[in-house]
């Protein structure tokens, strides 16, 4: 298939084509790329999809917002590095005596904590951490735990100790769990993702865990074994039922904004262990604080403890703090909820129908990429504010893949078509205008439609024209003559189009060509481009007259070539239905009578003086004449062009001619005379020139011109 023949079925085509791509890419998104299990089942999702849907989450998490702040009914008492420097000084306070350097402290501490806060009204204590193994106040810690396992929970945790190694339990010192409160303990592990996003309300002990259990302790009652999550059970017992939020799913967490600006752990209330053991009958009002509130107590020391994440947020955010978040969003019904996959279907096909409105029906290729974009920024706007206002996260890779596929599919696709049809349409314009009047009606409308109304500008105008074309065209049929002229015709402009010059028309078997009237061109470049193109010309018809030798119906050609430069007006005349975009003036007549002139002259090429002042640097040139044509007072100096100086070697002769030239315009005819007899002599003896101006200093020796003769020369003949 050619390439016209493959960009007319594309531009044929084009709604079938375009259609089916949307579709494919919808369908590809769909049914191949999007995976309902991203949100509730991380290890078996799409890891790429994921990573970029969390991602935008954590964009759209940080856009300005109308603030969520933590709800004020949740404190979190942490311990800090400085709790281990605690010293028993403050005798006092028994419960800094429990205080160490050494960790587990004595669990009396503990034991009195919870039942100072529980006495003052709060709700629930809540200690993120494993109290394992044995140690001092564990007898009194037991007893106020058995007395309020409804309103405290402890943690618990498995995991690994290391990738690749078994699984481990720890758990609570068995002394501390109530008879059948086995709900005491939450599993404090969270989402294993490098930043934590989400929670698992319900975790299954790994089979490999409970195997080992059963090894390690046969006949043992595996029922203790917690499953559910540290944060779903705080707010199991607080609200006195499960919450709402489906046991078996995983939670996206819905991080608070900061109380301060200036403290990125400030989501919630936080406030020192020690502080409160200290200031409890000031600050805290003899617990009053606390009252109506749940109390978590973790541990704020990262590098000790080891509990620390990485979150959308903040970066090492506290485990304490994490599981105050997911508690609150269990309490208060504000976690995120993933659209559901009804939602994400019909927003895949609604982009995806308006993707292919805008690549059908919109063929700019700027517009078409804006609206795109503006689709693109609609749907994010509509998302963000679903996201704030109902806490529903509606996945925006798809979105993404569709607009982004869509568009840069129809926007190339388009261009591509476009390109094609304008270098068609430049093709068109070309077989009818000069290819630089339809590549400024193409690119530079605004430009050409300001040359229409007429501009002055100054132009090198070259005229051309067959000689004898008239007995040509009478000695040969007609189909023999139009494919002759082609022929000629398509390599004579052909120079012309390479060197820059614009076909201005055809006067029959002449044509007329510029520079400078279309494109901006300094007059001696176009001066220079022109010569170059006569030259070249001639050597073009040459070698076309070679290849018609012998040919029944070609005839030989010769042509003579007129060149002339000055300010012209450039712009398009005649009736409103047939005009022509053209040069006009004084340089186009006299380029005119140039070109009459080779005929008299027989010369193929003719200069104005104009362009001779301004090439005779680069190329060699011999006087002709100083003429006055029809219709012009004034006279000038025409000259030959005889090829470029650059490599080349003036021809014998030439030198004796100027000096006859000078002679001769010197009014010492009798001398010029012999030097123009000289000259004819090297130049071959039938130089046309030399004879020409000879016969003149013959007829001015025996009746001398006028005083005020200037040494032109009146053509009769246009």
């Not at 404190?75 to 005596?97: A, H, M, R, W, Y």
């Not at 930043?195 to 309300?201: F, G, P, T, W």
């Not at 390109?419 to 400024?440: H, K, N, T």
């Not at 430009?447 to 074309?469: A, C, M, N, P, T």
Request: hydrophobic share 45%.
């Amino acid at each position: 298939m050619s390439i016209r023949r493959l960009f007319e079925f594309l531009l044929h085509r084009r709604f079938l084509i375009q259609t089916a791509f949307v579709v494919i890419v919808t369908a590809v998104y769909i049914w191949g790329i999007h995976d309902p299990n991203m949100w509730t089942n991380p290890d078996q999702s799409n890891t790429w999809e994921r990573t970029l849907e969390f991602s935008l989450l954590e964009m759209r998490s940080s856009l300005p917002a109308p603030p969520r702040l933590a709800p004020s009914d949740v404190v979190i008492l942490k311990i800090t590095p400085e709790d281990f420097k605690t010293q028993t000084v403050d005798t006092g306070i028994p419960e800094l005596s429990y205080m160490g350097k050494d960790w587990p402290w004595n669990r009396k501490l503990w034991a009195n904590l919870t039942e100072r806060l529980l006495g003052s009204g709060a709700k629930l204590v809540a200690y993120d951490f494993v109290f394992n193994g044995t140690t001092e106040g564990d007898k009194e810690f037991g007893q106020v735990l058995a007395k309020n396992a409804e309103h405290v929970v402890i943690g618990s945790h498995w995991g690994t100790v290391a990738p690749g190694s078994n699984s481990i339990l720890l758990m609570p010192e068995d002394s501390l769990i109530p008879h059948g409160e086995e709900e005491i303990m939450g599993l404090t592990a969270q989402s294993t993702d490098t930043v934590v996003r989400s929670v698992k309300n319900l975790q299954q002990a790994p089979s490999s865990l409970i195997h080992l259990l059963q090894t390690s302790n046969p006949g043992r009652d595996l029922s203790d074994i917690p499953t559910n999550s540290f944060s779903w059970l705080a707010a199991k017992k607080v609200l006195g039922a499960a919450p709402q939020r489906e046991l078996e799913k995983i939670m996206l967490i819905n991080f608070y904004g900061s109380l301060d600006p200036l403290d990125a752990y400030s989501a919630f209330k936080m406030v020192k262990l020690v502080d409160v053991l200290r200031e409890w009958d000031t600050t805290f009002e003899h617990g009053a604080y606390f009252k109506g509130k749940v109390v978590f107590v973790g541990p704020d020391d990262v590098f000790r403890f080891a509990d620390a994440f990485n979150t959308p947020p903040v970066f090492n955010m506290p485990g304490v703090e994490l599981q105050a978040t997911a508690f609150s969003n269990l309490v208060h019904n504000e976690w995120l909820e993933p659209a559901p996959d009804w939602i994400v279907l019909v927003l895949a096909v609604g982009l995806g129908a308006l993707a292919l409105v805008v690549s059908l029906w919109v063929h700019s290729v700027l517009l078409k990429m804006s609206l795109f974009a503006t689709l693109g920024a609609i749907f994010f706007a509509a998302t963000q504010h679903i996201f704030w206002t109902h806490l529903i996260v509606v996945p925006v890779s798809g979105a993404v893949i569709i607009l982004v596929c869509c568009g840069a599919f129809g926007t190339l696709y388009d261009y591509i078509l476009s390109q094609y049809e304008r270098q068609r349409m430049l093709g068109m314009f070309e077989s009818m205008v000069s290819p630089g009047v339809a590549g400024l009606m193409l690119s530079h409308r605004g430009d050409f439609e300001q040359r229409l109304g007429g501009q002055r500008k100054e132009v090198v105008v070259l005229f051309s024209d067959i000689r004898g074309f008239t007995s040509w065209s009478e000695q040969v049929g007609p189909d023999a003559l139009v494919a002759q002229l082609n022929e000629y015709l398509t390599a004579m402009v052909g120079v012309i189009q390479e060197e820059g010059g614009t076909l201005q028309k055809y006067i029959g078997d002449a044509l007329m060509a510029a520079w400078g009237d279309v494109r901006d061109l300094q007059p001696r470049d176009g001066a220079e481009r022109a010569v170059r193109a006569a030259l070249r010309m001639q050597k073009e018809l040459q070698k076309l007259d070679a290849s018609w030798r012998g040919q029944s119906n070609r005839k030989q050609l010769s042509c003579g070539i007129g060149i002339n430069h000055g300010e012209g007006v450039v712009g398009q005349i005649g009736h409103p239905r047939r005009q022509e975009f053209t040069v006009m003036g004084d340089p186009v007549n006299l380029a005119a009578r140039i070109e009459s002139a080779t005929k008299q002259y027989r010369q193929p090429v003719l200069v104005g003086e104009s362009i001779y002042e301004m090439t005779k640097e680069i190329f060699l040139y011999r006087l002709v004449d100083k003429i006055r044509v029809l219709g012009k007072t004034s006279a000038t100096c025409v000259y030959a062009p005889l090829g470029e100086i650059a490599g080349g070697t003036p021809p014998p002769g030439l030198p004796v001619y100027e000096a006859a030239i000078e002679k001769y315009f010197a009014r010492n005819f009798a001398r010029a005379a012999e030097l123009f007899r000289t000259a004819n002599t090297q130049m071959g003896e039938a130089d046309f020139l030399c004879l020409n101006f000879l016969e003149r200093c013959e007829y001015y020796s025996q009746v001398p011109p006028p005083a005020e003769w200037d040494g032109s020369w009146t053509l009769k003949e246009k």
